[in-house]
């Protein structure tokens, strides 16, 4: 079987500055008030939600040991989002080039656990026919899988989509 911890543990992922900034943040909702990043590796998105509660979860130990340093107001753990989704409510949840790394056999699980959890989310996912896409990337129908009520392309195959509690 795949094993995710040493492929992320080896693959490492440093995404430079946080992107497309401006596309985000109109979305955070008013009054939200919590946040959760999952797939938040270095936590390079946190100073989005400096106003909020910020809480990141990786798979990643070596990523969470750099992001508690950079961010050491935010709440950081490692685990695997699979075994993770348990016991939380937050008014937000933020995945950045994550769940297209859910494997499909995970990825409903995975979606109903945030949308029970979370109010709202707000994704930015490689979609469409993975041109340009690195390995173990899965292409998931997020609007199958989320209520999405905002989607825009941001870069090739890379969509911000937005989901709203129906
Ligand atoms: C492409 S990186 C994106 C990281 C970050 N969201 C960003 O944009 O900078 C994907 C991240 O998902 C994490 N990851 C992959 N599968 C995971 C899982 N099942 N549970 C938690 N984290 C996972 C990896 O360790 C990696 O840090």
């Known amino acids: 079987m795949f094993n995710y911890v040493s492929y992320w543990e080896n693959r490492g992922w440093s995404g430079g500055e946080p992107e497309w ?43 969470i040991a750099i992001a508690k340093k950079k961010c050491p107001g935010c709440d950081f753990y490692v685990g695997d989002i699979i075994d993770w989704l348990d016991n939380f409510q937050y008014d937000l949840f933020f995945s950045s080039k994550f769940l297209q790394h859910i494997p499909p056999e995970y990825i409903e699980e995975v979606s109903e656990s945030l949308k029970f959890r979370c109010k709202n989310g707000i994704m930015i996912e490689c979609v469409g026919d993975g041109k340009g896409l690195a390995e173990h990337n899965w292409h998931h129908d997020y609007r199958k899988l989320f209520n999405v009520v905002h989607e825009e392309v941001l870069e090739g195959p890379v969509r911000l989509m937005v989901h709203g509690k129906k």
């Open 21 to 63: 900034i401006d596309e985000i943040f109109p979305h955070i909702p008013r009054g939200a008030k919590t946040v959760l990043d999952v797939g938040c590796s270095d936590g390079r998105y946190a100073p989005l939600f400096s106003k909020m509660d910020y809480t990141g979860v990786d798979i990643n130990a070596g990523q």
